[in-house]
């Protein structure tokens, strides 16, 4: 059953600590996204790879670092430096070549400050 | 600033009638537009596209038209159901493979 899977769903994290969101994907995808929504907020693009070893910034990456060591896989780490980082973080993935209608999204996990 | 803007947080259809939400955008651009539909504690999933090229696209119940002129877009549900009921975003790229832009979504509740 293919599919991107995200975990945990809900994440929770204290005050200076670094917390890893996982992505998994079994649909042979290139293209790895990560998106934050806020509420009431559009998603916004965190960083993508669109190919094994390599991954570029988009429109809020700061404060957030990700890994891209498998094709299956991106990992995001949120880090101490992100200073709002409660929201609902949405994985996606897309094979190279095709168009965004083909863009798959993961269920999200949501993460919390304590 | 907004690029891609959502301007009704929610909106309340009848079952059975038509629901139209609407979209506006301010680069031009864009050249092709999408509508994904989320419903709570999901993914969005992809609804309907449309290019820059056409004014109307259909599938369905669902159809979008695009007047580029006036940088807006609108989804017409018809006829609208209870499974209609979530979070529409609309979304635009530069082409049909770049970075998507996203609004802020609008909340449709289908009412019985």
């Known amino acids: 059953d293919g599919g991107i899977t995200q975990s945990p769903k809900y994440l929770f994290r204290k005050e200076g600590q670094n917390v890893t969101l996982s992505c998994e994907q079994n649909?042979?995808?290139?293209?790895m996204y990560w998106y934050r929504q806020d509420p009431g907020q559009g998603l916004r693009l965190i960083y993508y790879?669109?190919?094994?070893?390599?991954?570029q910034k988009g429109d809020i990456a700061e404060g957030y670092s990700v890994s891209r060591e498998k094709k299956e896989s991106f990992p995001l780490t949120v880090t101490s430096a992100q200073k709002n980082p409660t929201a609902f973080y949405l994985c996606a993935s897309r094979s190279s070549g095709t168009t965004n209608e083909k863009l798959f999204f993961g269920s999200g996990t949501q993460l919390s400050v304590l | 600033d907004q690029q891609v803007k959502q301007n009704s947080p929610s909106l309340s259809v009848q079952e059975g009638r038509i629901s139209i939400l609407n979209c506006d955008y301010t680069?031009?651009?864009?050249?092709?537009f999408l509508w994904y539909k989320k419903y709570p504690a999901e993914g969005p999933t992809f609804l309907i596209s449309?290019?820059?090229?056409?004014d109307k696209n259909e599938d369905g119940r669902f159809t979008v038209f695009l007047n580029k002129s006036a940088k807006h877009l609108s989804l017409h549900i018809v006829p609208s159901q209870p499974g209609d009921s979530a979070v529409y975003f609309c979304a635009a790229s530069m082409n049909r493979d770049d970075k998507i832009i996203f609004g802020k979504g609008t909340r449709l509740h289908i009412l019985p």
């Open positions: 449309i290019s820059s090229i056409k």
């Open positions: 790879s669109q190919i094994v070893n390599d991954f």
């Open positions: 649909l042979n995808h290139d293209a």
């Open positions: 680069n031009s651009m864009f050249d092709y």
